[in-house]
Nanobody, 117 residues
Framework: QVQLVESGGGLVQPGGSLNLTCAQSGSLIRSSTTFWYRQAPGKQREMVAS???????NYLGAVQGRFTVSRDNDKNTGYLQMNSLKPEDTAVYYC???????????WGQGTQVTVSS
C-alpha cells in the first residue's frame, strides 16, 4: 500500500511561483512514473508533467519552460516547481504515482492553486 501527501498549493499573484511536493509513504516501489495533473472548473483534466524513476520527463505544452518536474528517489518525493504563473494555471493539482514494479496506481488528495491579481 502507498499513500501520497501533497503540499505547497496556495494563492499567488500572476508571475509568482509555487513549489508543489508529493511525499510517498508505505510500500517501496522500485520503478514508477510520477504524474502531475490539474483540473480547472468546467474544463477537462490534463496532464501537466511526468517523470520516471530514470528521469524521463514530459510536459504539457502550455507549461513548457515555466514548470519543472523532479523527483528524489531516495526520499520517495516528487516536486513540481511552478514559475511565471498565469491566471490560466488556476486549478486543483494532483500527483499520481503509477508503479511498474510492483504495479499500482495511487493518487494524492489534490491541492488548490489560484493565480489572481
Amino acid at each position: 500500500q502507498v499513500q501520497l501527501v501533497e503540499s505547497g498549493g496556495g494563492l499567488v499573484q500572476p508571475g509568482g511561483s509555487l513549489n508543489l511536493t508529493c511525499a510517498q509513504s508505505g510500500s517501496l516501489i522500485r520503478s514508477s512514473t510520477t504524474f502531475w495533473y490539474r483540473q480547472a472548473p468546467g474544463k477537462q483534466r490534463e496532464m501537466v508533467a511526468s517523470i520516471t524513476t530514470s528521469s524521463i520527463i514530459n510536459y504539457l505544452g502550455a507549461v513548457q519552460g515555466r514548470f519543472t518536474v523532479s523527483r528524489d528517489n531516495d526520499k520517495n518525493t516528487g516536486y513540481l516547481q511552478m514559475n511565471s504563473l498565469k491566471p490560466e494555471d488556476t486549478a486543483v493539482y494532483y500527483c499520481n504515482l503509477k508503479g511498474h514494479w510492483p504495479s499500482g496506481d495511487f493518487w494524492g488528495q489534490g491541492t488548490q492553486v489560484t493565480v489572481s491579481s
